[in-house]
């Protein structure tokens, strides 16, 4: 979690899950959307990531099963903010047995926190989409990149135009850097091979 939110790339996290807020339902296009705030920790730094949908219920079902010690999450694919926000193209594993997972188990830290799963209960709330965007900040696309503190801002913006050709995404590799396709596959220069798992990745700029 060294990273700021002006980290240009995806990245994978894998932390300790310390507690879960109680279940929220988002509103959107009349629509109804599970939401699930959990909170994670490492080495005293604390992050709120926000799940939905199907994670929601994996989420749920941790929580059921009751386990005696602290769950180790790794988020693939997850774009760095202040709050994090998990829900298209990023992936959740829970325990998995790798070897990042079973340093952060072995590890002095691990042992010293506590062993219990925090969980904030509370009703079903549910959360209009209008209720987000009105009280949450407002900033013009000006402010925005003038803004020193990283925060969550509502930005009210007009399309001048839409790009005809592919230049505003792009195919990436897991390593988050841009592929090339070659024949049935992609090429990737960073990682130096052929892949197969490739994601597509937006430009805003």
């Known amino acids: 979690m060294e990273y700021s939110s002006q980290h240009p790339f995806l990245v994978d996290v894998a932390r300790v899950i310390t507690g879960v807020e109680g279940e929220r339902r988002y509103v959107k296009n009349d629509k109804l959307i599970d939401m699930l705030v959990i909170h994670i920790k490492n080495d005293g730094l604390k992050l709120n990531i926000t799940v939905f949908g199907e994670m929601v219920d994996r989420i749920k079902a941790l929580v059921a099963a009751g386990e005696q010690q602290l769950p180790v999450v790794i988020f693939q694919f997850a774009r760095i903010n ?7 193209g990023a ?3 829970i325990n998995p047995d790798v070897p990042k997972v079973v340093m952060l188990r072995k590890s002095k830290y691990y ?7 925090s969980v904030l209960s ?3 709330a549910y959360i209009n989409e209008d209720e987000v965007l009105y009280s949450t900040e407002k900033k013009t696309i000006k402010e ?7 925060g969550f801002y509502v ?4 399309v001048l135009n ?3 050709v592919l230049s505003w995404w792009y195919k990436s590799c ?6 090339e396709a070659n024949a049935d596959t992609y090429f990737c220069d960073d990682c130096n091979k052929d892949v197969n798992n490739v994601v597509d990745r937006y430009d805003s700029n």
């Open 174 to 179: 897991v390593c988050s850097m841009k592929v």
């Open 162 to 164: 839409v790009e005809p």
């Open 155 to 158: 930005v009210l913006a007009t």
């Open 111 to 117: 042992r010293e926190i506590s062993q219990y799963l």
């Open 91 to 93: 992936r959740l594993l």
């Open 82 to 88: 202040n709050f994090l926000n998990i829900m298209y």
């Open 144 to 150: 925005l990149h003038a803004a020193a503190d990283v």
């Open 122 to 124: 509370g009703k079903l």
